[in-house]
């Protein structure tokens, strides 16, 4: 049996993994249009102040240890650009120009997405940068000398926020441009106000409702053009969204979302026999919102890849799907959500109650307690949990977590209220902050 996998990260190596451990002999490919394998983009942001030494550090496994160890066939340099759906025939080109063709039995898309560029004016100009790819960052820090004082980020979400973060521990300037009214758009409104005043307490220039429309500079980028003027700058990053890296799919009948990700079923299989697609190429179904989505993070991309990789092997291994949970730092502030918020509650005509809530994230009377901001979002008929988020500088990954294993198990408030959860001054209150939220009903 011959396993073809395009992509050489999370998903396609966490699938080849499984498949190596499922099916003796398995003969398996896998393409990878860089030369790297099975990295940590996460940990990217936090190469450029040097909290993370190098960009070594981030490499899981490297694709010498994919050949010898485990015998996977795994390339670099080989970049596909066509699927022959009725052959099983994947073809492309190598980084050296000469064409490639292989045949498969079954075959995983785990192609990722790639960082989309928002204008098209000046976007050649070099200073410019995008944060993706291992040799994508080392072009950055050997552009971060000290003759650069001002850099610009474009988008509030994850991506910018660490980066806003770890480049001002770089001794710069930052500037953080946002189209809309708000960063960190996974939070409503009043939760995103805590991440607006931390902004401005570590000196970053905000500028929301702020939309770029090129760049200009000789040969480097010098000025960005925005709806509120211009702007002098000597970097610009942006972190403004991704599209799912499908492209090459079109004249295939393999379907896609709007969005070009690759629409799978609970085994991770397309539309198309002996194709199955993970990872940040495809769709993950929502469990709360209960709806195929588009939520790309690698957490999921490992969990698809891996249950890919067991349903190629001929295992039966569905993948529930995803509450919708992430969590990111923001200098002295973790932003945590799960589920739903109220927008997207109201969005999708639930019929929803939300409670505010602010509690301490140990008992109140413990050297160093710290308050962290909760808000919840049930369904107003059974109050079961469609959503937590929460901000606060300590403990939110602890309720965060909690929240998310509710949702999973669709549990309602007074359910959190029975939960038997670990209590000490120096960790908790008697009754932690979360089933504190949870009494906010005034019914329980
Ligand atoms: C800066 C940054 C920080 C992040 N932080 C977090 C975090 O804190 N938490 C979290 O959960 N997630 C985070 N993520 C997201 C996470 O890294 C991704 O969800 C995950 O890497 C997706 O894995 P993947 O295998 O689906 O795709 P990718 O990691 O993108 O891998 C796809 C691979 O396919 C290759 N490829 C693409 N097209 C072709 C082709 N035609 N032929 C051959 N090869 C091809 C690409 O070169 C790439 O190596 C972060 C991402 C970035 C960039």
Same mark, same amino acid.
């Given at each position: 049996m011959k396993f073809v996998i395009i992509g050489g990260d999370a998903a396609g190596m966490s699938a080849a993994m499984e498949i190596y451990r499922n099916v003796p002999g398995a003969e398996i490919t896998s393409l990878e249009r860089g030369f790297i394998y099975s990295y940590g983009q996460c940990g990217l942001p936090y190469v450029v102040d040097g909290r993370i030494s190098s960009t070594k550090r981030l490499i899981a496994r490297d694709v010498e240890t994919f050949r010898d160890k485990y015998g996977i066939d795994a390339r670099v340099g080989h970049e596909v650009e066509r699927i022959d759906v009725e052959n099983q025939l994947v073809t492309g080109t190598q980084f050296s120009g000469e064409p490639f063709e292989i045949a498969y039995d079954k075959l995983l898309i785990a192609t990722g997405a790639d960082p989309i560029m928002p204008v098209k004016k000046g976007a050649e100009l070099a200073g410019i940068h995008k944060i993706k790819t291992i040799p994508g960052l080392e072009d950055l820090l050997a552009d971060l000398s000290p003759t650069i004082e001002q850099v610009t980020i474009l988008g509030g979400g994850y991506i910018g926020l660490e980066m806003a973060e770890t480049i001002h521990a770089c001794n710069k300037k930052v500037r953080l441009i946002q189209r809309g009214s708000q960063v960190a758009n996974i939070l409503d409104e009043e939760l995103a106000k805590h991440v607006h005043d931390e902004a401005k307490k570590q000196g970053i220039e905000l500028l929301l409702n702020t939309h770029v429309e090129g760049f200009e500079g000789s040969s480097r980028v010098e000025r960005i053009i925005t709806n509120n003027g211009v702007l002098e700058t000597d970097l610009v990053i942006v972190a403004a969204g991704i599209k799912p890296n499908t492209q090459f799919l079109d004249g295939t009948n393999i379907a896609l979302a709007k969005n070009g990700a690759i629409v799978v079923n609970r085994h991770l299989e397309t539309s198309v026999e002996n194709i199955y697609a993970a990872g940040d190429c495809a769709t993950h179904f929502h469990i709360v919102k209960e709806r195929l989505d588009y939520i790309p993070l690698g957490t999921t991309a490992n969990k698809q890849g891996r249950l890919a990789g067991l349903n190629m092997s001929g295992k039966f291994a569905p993948f529930r799907g995803i509450v919708g949970t992430s969590i990111m730092k923001f200098f002295d502030l973790t932003i945590a959500t799960t589920g739903i918020n109220e927008n997207t509650a109201k969005k999708l005509g639930f019929d929803y109650e939300a409670y505010k809530f602010s509690a301490r994230h140990i008992a109140g009377y413990y050297p160093g307690a710290q308050r962290m901001y909760i808000k919840i979002v049930v369904q107003?008929?059974? +109050? +079961? #949990? #469609?959503g937590a988020q929460i901000v606060g500088p300590a403990g939110v990954d602890k309720r965060i977590d909690v929240f998310a294993t509710a949702l999973y198990n669709k549990m309602t408030l007074p359910d959190l209220l029975d939960l038997d959860l670990a209590y000490a001054p120096p960790f908790n209150g008697v009754w932690d902050p979360l089933q504190q939220a949870a009494r906010m009903n005034g019914r329980i």
């Open positions: 107003k008929r059974d +109050q +079961q #949990l #469609l």
